[in-house]
Nanobody, 133 residues
Framework: VQLVESGGDLVQPGGSLRLSCAVS????????IGWFRQAPGEERKGILC???????PVYGESVKGRFTFSRGSENTVNLQMNSLRPNDTAVYYC????????????????????????????WGQGTLVTVSA
């Protein structure tokens, strides 16, 4: 599986940007897609996670209401980023996980969409987003 991000740029605070992630290679309906970002000097953090082909994503609190995930054509997923802030500056990555995570809930084990970077198997090279006046 190969992933290629694009769309990173310099944008002013309050502006918008749309990132894309092109996915190629053998993928399966049960795979998961995630967007992550890594600011200078910080660890990689999740923005959102979702089933690759269907379903609604789970958004991180820092981007909820401002960022929107969508599925495009030709095995592409997009990240629309609005109301950008200086602390959104980071390298943004898309990634794919082959397996869900198992959690114990309600007296039984259930599967969930993985949202931690450690659960993801394939990564793109990243695209830089800089939010600055």
């Amino acid at each position: 599986v190969q992933l290629v991000e694009s769309g990173g740029d310099l944008v002013q605070p309050g502006g918008s940007l749309r990132l894309s992630c092109a996915v190629s290679g053998s993928t399966w309906d049960h795979y998961f897609i995630g967007w992550f970002r890594q600011a200078p000097g910080e660890e990689r953090k999740g923005i959102l996670c979702s089933h690759l082909r269907t379903g609604s994503p789970v958004y991180g609190e820092s981007v909820k209401g401002r960022f929107t995930f969508s599925r495009g054509s030709e095995n592409t997923v997009n990240l629309q980023m609005n109301s950008l802030r200086p602390n959104d500056t980071a390298v943004y990555y898309c990634a794919i996980a082959e397996r869900p995570v198992w959690t114990f809930s309600g007296g039984r084990y259930v599967t969930q969409v993985p949202c931690d970077a450690s659960a993801y198997d394939y990564w793109g090279q990243g695209t830089l987003v800089t939010v600055s006046a």
